[in-house]
């Protein structure tokens, strides 16, 4: 019974339960100290004051009661505010929390979606790039079989089977050494190298090929020879300018090709620079990407894996270089890259 009347009692709205207490509360006050007094006492002044005293009396208690009544709601009604705020901030973080994730979750598709594009081109052209010296060598291995064939002949095929065999070994090693730098397994053997006989040792090597296409190859010596020694790893340094010396040769088709070193400070600053077709700017990041010359949506693209700048920029980062790119399309690029004169090995991610 009292349970079922403090149901109903708790769901009446607060201001109407105060006026309802204050009602009962004071009926019952008037009269059973109205009939209490009257049986008690008959002298009328007495009667007069002790009704006095119970009406304030009543005003005092029924006073204290409703303060009191009206604090505790205030109270609760405070708490239950700070609750909702409270409520309010962990939805609103939360809500930004999956924003966020949304937003990383839908980056990481694009980044797959673009990788696996990339990664299916790149298998295409490898197809295509490891298919055509193989049917090189396979057809002119055949040819040689003829015993009809001349001298001149001879030397003919069997220089494009060599010429053959050197590409599809670079294709491989291209994809040997950039499986090495996926898997943090590519070493690094420092010491001390001259790098003056180093870019002349290059210069020398891809003259013969630069002249073949017209082109001029030439290295702008400023290094003293006290300033010319580097600590670094010589076979990744070769290979550095390498790639950029032959990446030069291969998209430049009249002018020259320059290579230069000058040192600042604790670091040397190389560049390879020709006069070839350029890079759009839109496209000078995507170039330092893995299979990024298989894009077969690049226009651009030409004999290759599209793997060589990509080690180029890994063996840099392994080193402690940086490399950047200022190229403008149809006037040619420069490749820079910079090198510590004592490396310091980063490893590889």
Not at 64 to 70: C, G
Not at 188 to 203: A, D, G, T
Not at 240 to 246: G, S
Not at 290 to 303: C, G
Request: include cysteine; proline fraction near 2%.
């Amino acid at each position: 019974m009292v349970k079922a009347i403090s149901k109903i009692f708790g769901n009446i709205k607060f201001e109407y339960r105060i006026s309802i207490f204050y009602l009962v509360l004071g009926i019952l006050w008037i009269y059973f100290s109205d009939t209490t007094f009257d049986i008690i006492f008959e002298d009328k002044r007495t009667l007069t004051k002790l009704h006095i005293i119970k009406g304030i009396s009543y005003f005092i208690v029924t006073s204290i009661i409703l303060f009191s009544s009206v604090k505790r709601h205030l109270r609760s009604l405070s708490e239950a505010k700070d609750r909702a705020e409270k409520s309010e901030q962990i939805l609103q973080r939360k809500n930004i929390e999956y924003i966020k994730l949304n937003e990383e979750l839908l980056t990481a598709k694009a980044k797959a979606e673009e990788s696996d594009r990339l990664k299916s081109a790149f298998l295409a052209n490898m197809s295509h790039e490891i298919r055509t010296p193989m049917n090189g060598i396979l057809g002119f291995a055949d040819l040689l079989k003829e015993s009809n064939l001349s001298s001149e002949q001879q030397k003919n095929y069997i220089s494009i089977i060599e010429k053959s065999g050197t590409r599809m070994l670079n294709i491989i090693n291209d994809i040997v050494d950039i499986s090495k730098i996926e898997a943090g397994l590519m070493k690094i053997e420092l010491k001390e190298s001259n790098i003056n006989e180093q870019i002349e040792c290059i210069r020398t090597f891809f003259e013969p090929e630069a002249e073949s296409k017209g082109l001029t190859l030439t290295y702008k010596n400023t290094l003293p020879v006290v300033d010319a020694t580097i600590t670094t790893d010589q076979e990744k340094l070769y290979s550095i300018l390498t790639n950029l010396v032959k990446n030069a040769i291969k998209y430049t088709e009249a002018g020259g090709i320059e290579i230069g070193c000058f040192k600042k400070g604790e670091t040397f600053e190389f560049y390879v620079r020709d006069t070839g077709i350029g890079i759009p700017v839109d496209r000078q990041q995507a170039v330092f990407e893995r299979f990024i010359q298989a894009d077969v949506e690049d226009s651009k693209a030409r004999q290759g894996a599209g793997l060589g700048l990509a080690i180029t920029k890994s063996y840099i980062s392994m080193l402690g270089g940086t490399i950047r790119l200022e190229s403008q399309e149809g006037a040619g690029s420069t490749f820079f890259f910079t090198l510590p004169c004592i490396a310091v090995v980063v490893p590889t991610s």
